[in-house]
């Protein structure tokens, strides 16, 4: 077996080849110098062309993981010998993930690049060295809406090229696939119950019956549940639908959007999953309690109540933490779209006042252009 240096070094190379609008895009990026970027991000291998990108530019960078259980070590280490300044590694605990963004930003970065926002929300908003953001998640957008921001911050999340390929399309995609290689099982003739109908939910959907499932969608909000019954699909509320579930996919981008009190009502042999940016959407506490074997990998054998529940990745994002994530092409469009958002940061979005503000669409016109070779 070749050492993991070069099966990393052919994978990259590989990556490269199927990126163009990723390299077209870092070789327009402006000038990085003098700029200190702390980006916390999933420490994926998909990550790593806009790391060469800010450091081809100038720019001092720093990295804290979005999610220790999508954290890549090797990734992590070919980070680090680019120089990046990355103590992640996976599966760190909650003390040690903490401590690292804490170092990172005691170092006093001047530009935030952020998938969840923590290194805004750690500070209360009020880091005095930066002096300006970028939130790629709702997740994220929605913990900034609560703070009183010192600097503006780009929502990319709602740019509809992400929402529309990325989040729509392929979250849901991978993560129906990411089921199959990681139980062995398919989806044929199962009752899937979605949890949540925004973009995600709506691609998950979508891939589930596509793959054989009679799918079920539970939302809050009745707009939703109309768009899902517009489509064929059963919309029972929570406490209706787990009795029914065979899998349970969380797609709300919100904390406790499953109880620990829910989980009496799940059905004996049921797979949790979570595609949202944190863990929190399942009752993973609770569930890590009653753990009694791992059968796989990424699969854990709880027993609640006499009944077995499978929990899968242990509750972190299903589609990256247990599978690969968006295919290298189409994941090219989301690096391509981080690295026009940074180059705008750095060059006009800090003259904006403090506040979130919409990623302005001449920005990702950019990304778009170069994604169909037009520039």
Known sequence: MPPREDSLDRELAWLHDFTPATRASAEALPSLQG???LVVCHLD??????????????????????????????????????????????????????????????????????????ASVSTGGRLETVRGGLEATGTGISRLGSLDLAYPVFDWDSVPIKQGLHNRHLVG????????????????????????YGPVGRGLADAARSFGAAVEVCDPDPAARLAAAHLGFPTPTLEAGLPRADALFTATGRDGAVSAEALASCKN??????????????????????????????????????????????????????????????????TALMIEATGFLATEGTGYPPGIHP??????????????REG
């Not at 010998?81 to 990172?104: E, F, I, Q, W, Y």
């Not at 027993?303 to 599978?323: C, H, I, Q, R, S």
């Not at 990623?359 to 169909?372: E, G, I, M, S, T």
């Open 173 to 196: 995609l991978m993560a129906a696939n990411t089921f199959l290689n990681v139980t062995g099982l398919s989806l044929y003739g199962r009752t899937v119950l979605v949890v949540g």
């Open 269 to 334: 042999g049921v797979f949790l999953a979570n595609l949202g940016h944190t863990a929190g959407e399942l009752p993973v506490e609770e569930l890590r309690r009653r753990v009694v074997d791992m059968p796989r990998p990424h699969i854990e054998r709880c027993e609640v109540d006499g009944k077995t529940l499978y929990l899968l990745a242990g509750g972190a994002m299903f589609n990256l933490a247990a599978g690969p994530g968006d295919p290298y092409d189409t994941f090219d469009l989301v």
């Open 359 to 372: 990623l302005p669409k001449r920005v990702w016109d950019h990304a778009a252009r170069r994604y169909v």
């Open 45 to 118: 291998l998909k990550m790593v062309p806009y790391f060469e990108a800010l450091l081809t530019a100038g720019a001092e960078v720093r990295a804290c993981a979005a999610n220790p259980a999508t954290t890549r070590d090797e990734v992590a280490e070919h980070l680090g010998s680019l120089g990046v300044d990355v103590p992640a590694r996976k599966d760190d605990p909650a003390g040690r993930h903490a401590a690292h963004l804490r170092a990172a930003v005691a170092a006093g970065p001047t530009l935030l690049s952020e998938m969840g926002a923590n």
């Open 35 to 37: 700029e200190r970027l």
